[in-house]
């Protein structure tokens, strides 16, 4: 005899809703990226584009491979990829240690809080000739500018998380005579953890943005280099290569940051569920 079917519960009907619905994004996803590159591919192929000045997915394909075969080009990504890995892990270990001691002092922060602004709506290209001038025209020049970028996003957003922090929890906290840097401990950094993350996550593409534009102006190796000597000569191939491994690479860092989020929210969830009190029978 058959067994009877059993019905799904309540929550195993959401986690299948939800299951399909991340399938639905996916799918959607890829599609329309095959589609824009075979759309792509099928206007240059029949002329209404000239892949002279916007190459083709297939013409991209064989300068990578090409480009591998010499050798140079992973020289090249591997510089791109340090420089910023060095911009990025600067910008957020200092913008978050002054993110914190500004949160400890509310004096300087408020007396720090237009110089932030002002610092955050600065073009940092137009310091690109004193970069120059302060640290050379190599690595440095480089890593100080993703840094520039970064650091003043990372002090507002990473101090307006501490700042975010439950009153009653700060309350409760000072009338259990607390101190500052107690508070800091037990409420005020795992209330903040998100928005740190969130910070993360700005700064992977600004980290980029920032060592690209270094590169644009100082630099003898590098994607950068790469896209701005293709665009001299006219190698549009060059050009558009460069600029899809760095979508790729970008996009590769964007997918560790979003991993490290989720192994600290079920460490988080993991831990709350330890400190749980439990029933009384």
């Keep these: 005899m058959k067994r009877p079917k059993k019905n799904p519960t309540p929550h195993e009907k959401y986690l299948l809703g939800v299951k399909k619905k991340k399938i639905i994004i ?37 300068t990578f491979i090409s480009l591998c075969a010499g050798g140079s080009f992973f020289y090249h990504m591997g510089i791109t990829l340090l420089e910023c890995i060095i911009g990025f892990a600067i910008s957020m270990l200092v913008g978050s240690v002054i993110a914190v001691l500004l949160w400890l002092s509310p004096l300087a922060k408020r007396i720090s809080e237009p110089y932030l602004v002002v610092l955050n709506a600065l073009p940092k290209i137009a310091l690109g000739p004193l970069i120059i001038i302060w640290v050379g025209s190599g690595m440095k020049a480089i890593v100080l500018m993703a840094v520039l970028i970064c650091i003043v996003v990372t002090v507002m957003s990473v101090l ?20 500052r840097f107690k508070q800091l ?25 920032g060592t690209v534009m270094g590169e644009y102006l100082v630099s003898s190796a590098g994607l950068g280099y790469l896209i701005v000597y293709g665009g ?22 964007y997918a560790l940051t979003s991993l490290a989020e989720r192994l600290c929210r079920r460490r988080t969830k993991r831990g709350k569920k330890k400190r749980a009190p439990k029933k009384v029978q």
């Design 26 to 62: 996916l799918s959607w996803q890829f599609g329309i990226l095959a589609a824009f590159i075979g759309l792509w591919e099928l206007l240059t192929a029949v002329g209404l584009m000239d892949p002279f000045f916007v190459s083709s997915p297939s013409r991209i394909v064989v």
């Design 185 to 209: 401990r037990y409420a005020v950094l795992p209330s903040a953890l998100p928005a740190f993350m969130s910070v993360v996550k700005i700064n992977v593409g600004l980290a980029w943005v």
């Design 160 to 179: 307006e998380g501490l700042c975010s922090t439950s009153a009653d929890k700060l309350l409760l906290l000072r009338s259990m005579g607390a101190s």
């Design 232 to 253: 001299q000569v006219f190698k549009t191939d060059l050009v558009m290569t460069a600029t899809v491994t760095l979508c790729l690479l970008a996009g590769g860092m």
